[in-house]
């Protein structure tokens, strides 16, 4: 005898499979229910289009310490998302990544180049990509910090998706930071704002 829940498991796989089948139309459910050979080489069926995964931005300025990038290496594999790398500099974007390539292997990285690190400009690519899930800053001189709380800005420091302080600041700058305990590390990573 089944258990409950895989009883309900299974009665909603045929839900979703029945809803599916009215929305093909008359011809292709016939055509899935009865394949012919005329009705396989006449159209061959397309593959299911896959959505498309979630990203991670991160800022990248100048520098890109190694705890930031473990963090947000880290974040990708258990998320399993993409990065994408904001930055007013792709060529040294390719340097800054060449010790992390490793590492980042699986993982999908896609670069937006900025004219200018403004909170304008990381507001646009945010908003245009509806994909992302957080974005990420590491160091004081990346985009992403520009949209910071406590930060002059635009739109009453509003922003599309949540931004996180990742690294030895980050707890520094987080108002009303507690002190850390003596055992804890100084690296942390604190959600600073959320949309």
């Known amino acids: 005898m089944k258990r409950l829940a895989d009883q309900i498991k299974q009665a909603l796989s045929a839900l979703a499979q029945a809803d599916a089948g009215e929305v093909s139309g008359r011809y292709r459910m016939e055509a899935a229910l009865n394949p012919s ?24 300025g100048t520098t890109l310490p190694a ?9 990708c594999r258990r998320m399993q998302a993409d990065l994408l790398l904001i930055t007013t500099d792709p060529a040294g974007l390719r340097y800054l990544l060449t ?24 507001l646009r690519v945010l908003q245009r990509r509806s994909s ?6 590491g160091t004081a001189d990346d985009p992403v910090r520009s949209l910071v709380r406590g930060r002059r800005g635009l739109f009453d420091n509003t922003t599309p998706v949540p931004v996180v302080v990742v690294g030895e600041q980050a707890a520094a700058e987080k108002p009303h930071a507690r002190k850390t305990p003596r055992h804890a590390a100084p690296f942390s990573a604190t959600p600073v704002s959320q949309p």
């Open 37 to 60: 050979p005329s009705n396989s080489s006449s159209s061959p069926a397309a593959p299911p289009a896959s959505s498309p995964r979630k990203l991670i931005a991160l800022g990248v």
């Open 67 to 75: 705890p930031v990038m473990e963090y947000v290496i880290g974040v």
């Open 99 to 122: 010790e992390h390539l490793p590492a980042l292997s699986g993982i999908a990285c896609e670069a937006e180049e900025l004219g200018a690190a403004s909170r304008r400009a990381v």
């Open 132 to 137: 992302v899930l957080f974005a990420v800053s």
